[in-house]
């Protein structure tokens, strides 16, 4: 056996590892993004028992479950946008598996997000960024840490007022940069989806998504517990559900790291 794995497991059983959990809970209240009403839009979750150790199912609980792909913590496939729909590879039960597991390079920008919902991240703030904590290798994912989880009602969470949704996203210059500059896996947010509040009025519209998913790289919306992590170091694992053409999934986001405090 590899020695790596065995001091994973030694490192996880002693404590010097922590696997912390990226992921909000997933339940009827997860809030989910409202679109303009010319769009269609996603339905939350909603459940069903179909037995709980009763006459439909004396010794057993289990239930139905309906929700839009996009619900609360979850991946974004490049097949989700059209910049990525003749990407080889590019859904829910085609990605390679290896592509699911990357270093994470985490962004704090709480400061200016304290200030301004609408902050963007820019090329230049991520230089600043690596000058202090090194080169954003390939395959990373980069996740974004505004604090935004912290948010835990849902009104001030996705934060809309008359002229739309007010929280933080990228400048479609930062999305090119880690694209096509940096080669990431993807980006991860805190909020409600990978584009900023307002990106529905950018030009390009949600151009996050539109550069990231047609340079065939993911997103991750809705996560939360960042804090617990440092800038660089720990391993990400986020794989989404192997829906059959699968635009994206809710998933459970796991990150391996260095005990600390
Ligand atoms: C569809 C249209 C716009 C956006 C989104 C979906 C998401 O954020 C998403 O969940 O992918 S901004
Ligand atoms: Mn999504």
């Known amino acids: 056996m590899s020695n790596v794995l065995t001091q994973l497991i030694a490192e996880l059983v002693d404590g010097r590892l922590q696997v912390v959990d990226l992921t909000q809970p997933l ?23 179909i037995s709980r150790y009763d006459e439909r199912g004396p010794g057993w609980y289990w239930n139905k479950i309906e929700l839009g792909e996009h ?62 904590y090194g080169r954003i290798p390939v395959g990373a994912w980069v996740l974004l840490r505004t604090d935004w989880s912290k948010r835990s ?12 949704a007010h929280s933080p996203g990228f400048h479609q210059s930062a999305s090119a940069f880690l ?4 080669d990431v896996l993807g980006v991860g947010v805190e909020t409600v989806g990978t584009d900023a509040g307002q990106a529905g009025t950018f030009d390009p519209p949600f151009p996050n998504h539109t550069t990231m998913h047609g340079a065939g790289k993911f997103g991750l919306a809705s996560l939360c517990n960042l804090d617990q992590l440092p800038p660089t170091g720990a391993v990400v694992i986020a794989a989404p559900l192997k829906i059959v053409d699968g635009s994206g999934s809710p998933l459970r986001v796991l990150a391996i790291t260095q005990h600390h405090r």
Not at 29 to 49: Q, R
Not at 107 to 123: G, K, R, S, Y
Not at 153 to 164: C, I, M, S, Y
Request: proline share 13%; aromatic share 8%; glycine share 8%.
């Open 71 to 132: 619900t609360g913590t979850h991946f974004d496939a490049p097949v989700h946008w059209i910049t990525g729909k003749d990407i080889p590879d590019n859904r829910c039960d085609t990605i390679p598996a290896r592509r699911f597991v990357g270093p994470a390079c985490v962004i704090d920008v709480t400061q200016e997000v304290a200030t301004n919902p609408d902050f963007l991240l820019t090329p230049e703030y991520i230089q600043a960024w690596e000058a202090q």
């Open 153 to 164: 009602d849902p009104e001030t969470f996705l934060n809309v007022g008359p002229d739309g």
């Open 179 to 182: 694209a096509h500059e940096r």
């Open 27 to 49: 339940g009827p209240a997860t809030p989910v993004i409202g679109l303009p009403p010319i769009f269609a839009s996603s339905p939350g979750l909603s459940m069903e028992v």
